[in-house]
T-cell receptor, first 113, second 115 residues
Framework: LAKTTQPISMDSYEGQEVNITCSHNNIATNDYITWYQQFPSQGPRFIIQGYKTKVTNEVASLFIPADRKSSTLSLPRVSLSDTAVYYCLVGDISSGSARQLTFGSGTQLTVLP | EAQVTQNPRYLITVTGKKLTVTCSQNMNHEYMSWYRQDPGLGLRQIYYSMNVEVTDKGDVPEGYKVSRKEKRNFPLILESPSPNQTSLYFC??????????????FGPGTRLTVL
């Protein structure tokens, strides 16, 4: 079961790019890497998912090195509303593959004005 | 509207009194899961289900039961709640195939207090 490690907290200022790294040394061949955002008293919300190299969508980029033992979530030009907890999740729930999914303890990102 | 619903949203109960937290999704998802969230511990998976009549233990299954008799519903049952089960509970669902294998949709949460 792939365990993830993230920094407990990070601070940034509005307009800056933020990079949050997650370590997952024992990631399995079939595992995907997924990031979620969570605001207080709400359920987590999917941000981005990747398997290898780089993935980009309208809100973030995900960088995954060749060995896949870590990944970096990149948030461009953050705003105050990006203040939240960010979770890295490693696993695979593709059809026919009954796997547990383990969230890390998350990174509290605080964006300052 | 595509969503995951949970009921109740808030519940205060006493030790030993059986309770059920319901979870329902309207997206025809195969995969459903229950998590609990405690301060400093992040989200921990309790049970998950790959499809109807298929359930399996997550990281912290002790003291909980689940069932998956219908695709849309995945109730969480606490047969004899104890104070250490006081927590914030989230239900989630996902397609188990397709391009976003791990995009889970979470419910609004159920805050449970066991006295």
């Amino acid at each position: 079961l792939a365990k993830t490690t993230q920094p407990i907290s990070m601070d940034s200022y509005e307009g800056q790019e933020v990079n949050i790294t997650c370590s997952h040394n024992n990631i399995a061949t079939n595992d995907y890497i997924t990031w979620y955002q969570q605001f207080p008293s709400q359920g987590p919300r999917f941000i981005i998912q990747g398997y290898k190299t780089k993935v980009t969508n309208e809100v973030a980029s995900l960088f995954i090195p060749a060995d896949r033992k870590s990944s970096t979530l990149s948030l461009p030009r953050v705003s105050l509303s990006d203040t939240a907890v960010y979770y890295c999740l490693v696993g695979d729930i593709s059809s026919g593959s009954a796997r547990q999914l383990t969230f890390g303890s998350g990174t509290q990102l605080t964006v300052l004005p | 509207e595509a969503q995951v619903t949970q009921n109740p949203r808030y519940l205060i109960t006493v030790t030993g009194k059986k309770l059920t937290v319901t979870c329902s999704q309207n997206m025809n998802h195969e995969y459903m899961s229950w998590y609990r969230q405690d301060p400093g511990l992040g989200l921990r998976q309790i049970y998950y289900s790959m499809n109807v009549e298929v359930t399996d233990k997550g990281d912290v299954p002790e003291g909980y039961k689940v069932s998956r008799k219908e695709k849309r519903n995945f109730p969480l049952i606490l047969e004899s709640p104890s104070p250490n089960q006081t927590s914030l509970y989230f239900c989630a669902s996902s397609l188990s195939g397709g391009s976003s294998y791990n995009e889970q949709f979470f419910g609004p949460g159920t805050r449970l207090t066991v006295l």
